[in-house]
């Protein structure tokens, strides 16, 4: 079974340049979602689908960053401008369905660097 | 407060050595609680999960959970080289959304 695709791996980018990042969740996993994490840090969460519905984009911040799961299936963060802080790795994750204890499969990330 | 705390600085343990790492949370509600394993470069991969009170085995990790004191810990039993890596706590509180602690590193001295 193939496991959570992100693309790409690397990024590095001019501050006020916009981004964009994909994800493809594991067959069949109806809730995906986006977390950024800082170096030391543990994943903070940015954003949760259940198949197309954001159902939880408090942590947001959506004056610079979207989001979109068309179809349910795939799904793009994008940055517009990104900053110097954005640096980070984005991290996406699936799971079967977002009830608790479900286990979220995490993909390989992707690395921003903002100069 | 944070939700999830691991205060705790790198481990070094010998090998073949127990390691053992705490974590505690605020949210008294919390009912699902997960440790993941993050190599150096690589996406958290989740190796144990409990819920209820008690200490659940998986091979050579267990993980130790007290609801009443608010804290789940995970041992590694005859640890290994290949056990080196940032150990993640996550809880999930009554929100439903996953919060990870900031981790704590172990290292595994051959």
Same mark, same amino acid.
């Given at each position: 079974?193939?496991?959570? $695709?992100?693309?790409?791996? #690397?990024?590095?980018?001019?501050?006020?340049?916009?981004?964009?990042?994909?994800?493809?969740?594991?067959?069949?996993?109806?809730?995906?979602?986006?977390?950024?994490?800082?170096?030391?840090?543990?994943?903070?969460?940015?954003?949760?689908?259940?198949?197309?519905?954001? $159902?939880?984009?408090?942590?947001?911040?959506?004056?610079?960053?979207?989001?979109?799961?068309?179809?349910?299936?795939?799904?793009?963060?994008?940055?517009?401008?990104?900053?110097?802080?954005?640096?980070?790795? #984005?991290?996406?994750?699936?799971?079967?369905?977002?009830?608790?204890?479900?286990?979220?499969?995490?993909?390989?990330?992707?690395?921003?660097?903002?100069? | 407060?944070?939700?999830?705390?691991?205060?705790?600085?790198?481990?070094?343990?010998?090998?073949?050595?127990?390691?053992?790492?705490?974590?505690?949370?605020?949210?008294?509600?919390?009912?699902?609680?997960?440790? #993941?394993?993050?190599?150096?470069?690589?996406?958290?991969?989740?190796?144990?999960?409990?819920?209820?009170?008690?200490?659940?085995?998986?091979?050579?990790?267990?993980?130790?959970?007290?609801?009443?004191?608010?804290?789940?810990?995970?041992?590694?039993?005859?640890?290994?080289?290949?056990?080196?890596?940032? #150990?993640?706590?996550?809880?999930?509180?009554?929100?439903?959304?996953?919060?990870?602690?900031?981790?704590?590193?172990?290292?595994?001295?051959?």
């Amino acid at each position: 079974e193939a496991g959570v $695709v992100q693309s790409p791996r #690397y990024k590095i980018i001019e501050k006020k340049q916009p981004v964009a990042f994909w994800c493809n969740p594991i067959s069949g996993h109806n809730t995906l979602y986006w977390y950024l994490q800082n170096l030391g840090q543990g994943p903070e969460l940015l954003i949760r689908y259940e198949n197309e519905e954001a $159902v939880d984009d408090s942590q947001l911040p959506k004056d610079r960053f979207s989001a979109e799961r068309l179809k349910g299936v795939d799904s793009t963060l994008k940055i517009q401008p990104a900053e110097l802080g954005d640096s980070a790795v #984005y991290l996406c994750a699936s799971s079967l369905d977002g009830q608790g204890g479900e286990t979220q499969y995490f993909g390989p990330g992707t690395r921003l660097l903002v100069l | 407060q944070k939700e999830v705390e691991q205060n705790s600085g790198p481990l070094s343990v010998p090998e073949g050595a127990i390691a053992s790492l705490n974590c505690t949370y605020s949210d008294r509600g919390s009912q699902s609680f997960f440790w #993941y394993r993050q190599y150096s470069g690589k996406s958290p991969e989740l190796i144990m999960s409990i819920y209820s009170n008690g200490d659940k085995e998986d091979g050579r990790f267990t993980a130790q959970l007290n609801k009443a004191s608010q804290y789940v810990s995970l041992l590694i039993r005859d640890s290994q080289p290949s056990d080196s890596a940032t #150990y993640l706590c996550a809880v999930r509180p009554g929100n439903n959304r996953l919060a990870f602690g900031k981790g704590n590193q172990v290292v595994v001295i051959p």
